[in-house]
């Protein structure tokens, strides 16, 4: 009797151990499924998560809300890569990518435009984004993924204009005497805003590009302005109250007004323009599949979309949703001549900064 119990229960136990062995490998075979099925499903623009490992080091003029947009939509498609972040202006980035054989930066986002010409070139390589079909705008070089398209705006400290008592609805308005000194704009040289901000003034404030008196305005301009290096500095001091008004672009002041910052984001009467602005590959970057995956991110409708509702930015994917931006053609843009803008950079520059060193003695 003991016997037959000590067979019976011997083959009870393999009974048990063989179904708890079927049970885990259908569980490990169900897992594997789902994580089959996971990468399955992934967007076209989305590589394989195990391709894309290890660190992306990240240079950007973003500024924090939209830098939290691409850290949250890049970790739930490559948790596996740590991205990196340094943000300042883009010339200030070029500069350390040039200087410093060490920068370690993969890919730049952010302060690169259609009107560039060959700036960057020596510091870049081409690469075309999985989504450059379902683009309205395409760099006819190949070096740049274009996801924003960048209109200009004034950002306004309303508490300090209105103990002055006095209205800003456009570029002429910056000219009221009660302002000298409470007016604050960004370097054209050094800053990508503010060369944007010289485009549109030259373009809105005369009778044709570039001309007498477009630049009479600008001599008027100046002594009446501080001017900094950083395209951040326009839109924080005027939030810290520092100044009452500044020269800036709507993504980012639209974004701190999202995120209670007090401030007033003014479409100039007298017209705008419209730009592409984009990101690129370094051209010593270390980690080239992370970098090609995050110009096909940049380059979609989910992340431009994303991007639109959370710090509204205008996207250049034409599936982008506009958010809560006002229409492009509410707010009279005026064409610019890229080519134009890329070959004349310097001579306009130089004007600038003759005009700032004789009006600022």
Known sequence: MKRLLSVLLAA????????CSSGGGAAS????????????????????????????????TMEETQQVVLKELWSKYYPKCEMKIQADSVGTLATKIRGDQSSNADVVIGGLF??????????????????????????????????????????????????????IEGYEDLLNPKLKGKIILADPNASSSGWRQLQTILTVMGDKFN??????????????????????????????????????????VKAMIKDGAPIECVYM????????????????AKNLEAAQSMMDLLSSSEFQSLRAK?????GSNSLCNLSD???????????????????????????????????NK
């Open 12 to 19: 009870a136990i393999g009974i048990s151990t063989t179904a």
């Open 29 to 60: 075979s169900s897992a594997s499924a789902q994580t089959s099925s996971a990468e399955d499903q992934r967007p076209y623009y989305v590589r394989d998560s195990d391709k894309v490992t290890g660190t992306i080091t990240v240079y950007t």
């Open 114 to 167: 259609q009107a560039d010409g060959d700036t960057y070139h020596d510091i870049l390589q081409k690469y075309t984004a999985a989504c450059d079909k379902e683009q309205a705008y395409h760099d006819s070089n190949g070096y740049y993924t274009y996801y924003d398209v960048q209109l200009m705006c004034l950002v306004v400290n309303p508490s300090l204009r209105d103990q002055l008592g006095i209205k």
């Open 211 to 252: 001309d007498d008196k477009s630049w009479d305005y600008i001599k008027k301009l100046i002594p009446m302005s501080f001017s900094t290096t950083s395209s951040k500095d326009v839109y924080n001091l005027v939030s810290n109250g520092e100044y009452v008004a500044g020269l800036s672009y709507e993504s980012s």
């Open 269 to 284: 009467k007298e017209g705008n323009t419209a730009m592409a602005g984009g990101a690129a590959i370094v051209k010593s």
């Open 310 to 314: 959370e710090s509204s930015g205008r």
């Open 325 to 359: 931006l006002p229409a492009a053609k509410t707010l009279n843009v005026k064409e610019l001549d890229f080519d134009y803008l890329a070959k004349n950079k310097e001579s306009i520059c130089k004007k600038w900064n003759d005009l700032w060193a004789q009006l």
